[in-house]
């Protein structure tokens, strides 16, 4: 089975305060995905990688980075979060090819005081 | 921007009914996918369709795509209170490999 963790699955940070969340994929995928979901709002794309070292923005990339230095691992960085970016993360990951399905983690509900 | 919108919203119907959830899209995509996530969990994949299909069946699900009216639907026939979730539908555009999601129907099956 394919396995998609995610580091934590509750956080707690303060404002201003450098966050990594963390991801990793077992199964040898090129895409990965970090999206935020929050009620009402459905899933929305942060970023995205489709190869080692490589990222495309998503639709609200504003106030977050990312980073893929190994195939199996991509991180979200909030560089000094705010209380606007409390939500639940989830992370992706899906092989290349037009007709693949996508595997998520379990999520990581971040709050931000 | 979000590429699918789901509606309705919400609905809940009586265990053994059908439910019927909509999905419309803005731009051309290559597949249309149905996710379903168990409440502050992660999304597991039902069913995928591609562009070129019409209809498809999986179990008690059907879903369908109109790539003319850039819809889709997900048929649910003889719910199970444990099919209560929230449903996505998600697309991915024919130009990059991104992957983009509704807002999602919230489903409620009671017993």
């Known amino acids: 089975d394919v396995k998609v963790t995610q580091s934590s699955r509750y956080l707690v940070k303060r404002t201003g305060e450098k966050v990594f969340l963390e991801c990793v994929q077992d199964?040898?995928?090129?895409?990965m995905f970090w999206y935020r979901q929050d009620p009402g709002l459905g899933l929305r794309l942060i970023y995205f990688?489709?190869?080692?070292?490589?990222?495309e923005k998503g639709d609200i990339p504003e106030g977050y980075s990312v980073s893929r230095e190994k195939k199996e691992r991509f991180s979200l960085i909030l560089e000094s979060a705010s209380t606007n970016q409390t939500s639940m993360y989830l992370c992706?990951?899906?092989?290349?090819?037009?007709?693949?399905?996508?595997?998520f983690g379990q999520g990581t509900r971040l709050t931000v005081v | 921007s979000q590429q699918g919108e789901e509606d309705p919203q919400a609905l809940s119907i009586q265990e053994g009914e059908n439910a019927t959830m909509n999905c419309s899209y803005k731009t051309s995509i290559n597949n249309l996918q149905w996710y379903r996530q168990n409440s502050g969990r992660g999304l597991v994949h039902l069913i995928l369709?591609?562009?070129?299909?019409r209809e498809k069946h999986s179990g008690r699900l059907r879903v369908t795509l109109d790539t003319s009216k850039k819809s889709s639907s997900l048929l649910i026939t003889a719910s199970r209170a444990a099919d209560t979730a929230s449903y996505f539908c998600?697309?991915?555009?024919?130009?990059?490999?991104?992957?983009?999601f509704g807002a999602g129907t919230r489903l409620t099956v009671k017993p």
């Open positions: 992706a990951s899906s092989l290349t090819g037009i007709h693949t399905e996508a595997f």
């Open positions: 990688s489709y190869d080692v070292k490589m990222k």
């Open positions: 998600a697309t991915d555009s024919d130009i990059n490999n991104d992957m983009r």
């Open positions: 369709i591609r562009s070129n299909e």
């Open positions: 199964m040898d995928h090129e895409n």
